[in-house]
């Protein structure tokens, strides 16, 4: 028996509904799936409603955005060159998703899009590129504006001929229209994602980009000194040895494993449940949670 740990609905930036993603879980054998929507707590009513119906084990979640810089703080020596800052998501795990201080971090979380996109959209312009913000928004459909919504509208009008180029050219950490967004610290990212009663736990770690695994540990054993609870060993960007390292470190600092596709439906090629997560790994996740609202 397997589930998923790491799913995005329309109210993202994936493209199934949040209330077919369980009986889609169910078609692909999956005992248990987590919804995690970048920055947004808005699919899961519908999700958890769906869940009961398709009986299936489910696990409210988000995905918050959040500043890695202070993970190369402490790393740096004064010879080295300023790293490329990597991609810091923390996964928030059995959330409460009417917790004030969780809705007052999307708010922000948004506001910062809302300032960004329309930033990017203008290089793009002035790249020559005829696209309007009202057109990417339409293509969301949903509650959250990102880089895939606008890559999809450069795509749709021929500019790009995949998402791929879209993000290699223009959208990526180093494209020619990208605008840095990440408002959030780790430490207001962990503390929100407890005040609503979650888990906190590292995202896809390899996104970091941190190139040793010593900056690695001392990275981890940071967010743990900010009460991080986990960190995500089966990831579709992981390769086995990857997933055997983070299962290491995750074991000396005593933090609960978790697991997932990270499945976006037809915005990426991987399918829901194909990174065969054991249902163990939910129910050890699920225990960790009982531990935390009982203490
Ligand atoms: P945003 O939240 O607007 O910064 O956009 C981030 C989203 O873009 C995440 O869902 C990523 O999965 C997706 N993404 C990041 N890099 C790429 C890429 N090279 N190709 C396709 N999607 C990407
Ligand atoms: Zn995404
Ligand atoms: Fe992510
Ligand atoms: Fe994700």
């Given at each position: 028996m397997y589930c998923d740990l790491h799913t995005h609905s329309t109210a993202s930036d994936?493209?199934?509904?949040p209330g077919d993603l369980p009986r889609l879980a169910r078609q692909a054998g999956l005992s248990a799936i987590a919804l995690t929507d970048h920055d947004t707590t808005a699919g899961l009513g519908e999700f958890l409603d769906a869940a009961k119906r398709a009986r299936i084990k489910a696990v409210p979640g988000i995905e918050l955005s959040a500043d890695p810089a202070i993970l190369h703080a402490d790393t740096?020596?004064?010879?080295?060159?300023?790293p490329r800052l990597g991609t810091l998501h923390l996964l928030g795990y059995?959330?409460?998703?009417?917790a004030p201080h969780l809705i007052e971090v999307q708010a922000r979380l948004r506001e910062a899009r809302e300032q960004r996109n329309p930033q990017m959209i203008a290089r793009l312009n002035e790249l020559g590129m005829d696209i309007h913000y009202d057109e990417v928004i339409e293509v969301a459909g949903g509650d959250i504006v990102g880089r895939p919504h606008i890559g999809q509208v450069m795509m749709q009008k021929g500019y790009v001929k995949s998402i791929h180029e879209a993000f290699s050219r223009?959208?990526?950490?180093?494209?020619?229209?990208y605008v840095r967004k990440d408002r959030l610290s780790a430490q207001d990212a962990i503390a929100a994602i407890h005040e609503a009663d979650g888990l906190a736990v590292l995202a896809?770690?390899?996104?970091?980009?941190?190139?040793?695994p010593s900056k690695l540990e001392h990275a981890v054993a940071r967010l743990k000194t900010l009460g991080l609870d986990g960190?995500?060993?089966?990831?579709?960007?992981?390769a086995p040895r990857d997933t055997q390292r983070f299962a290491s470190l995750a074991d000396k600092l005593g933090l609960v494993t978790t697991g997932g596709s990270d499945y976006h439906g037809s915005r990426k090629t991987l399918a829901l449940g194909?990174?065969?997560?054991?249902?163990a790994v939910y129910e050890n996740l699920l225990q960790a949670h009982r531990q935390r609202i009982s203490a």
């Open positions: 994936g493209t199934d509904a740096l020596t004064d010879t080295e060159p300023p059995f959330i409460r998703p009417d223009y959208l990526g950490g180093r494209g020619e229209a896809h770690p390899t996104q970091l980009r941190l190139d040793s960190i995500e060993t089966r990831h579709s960007d992981h194909s990174q065969k997560v054991p249902l």
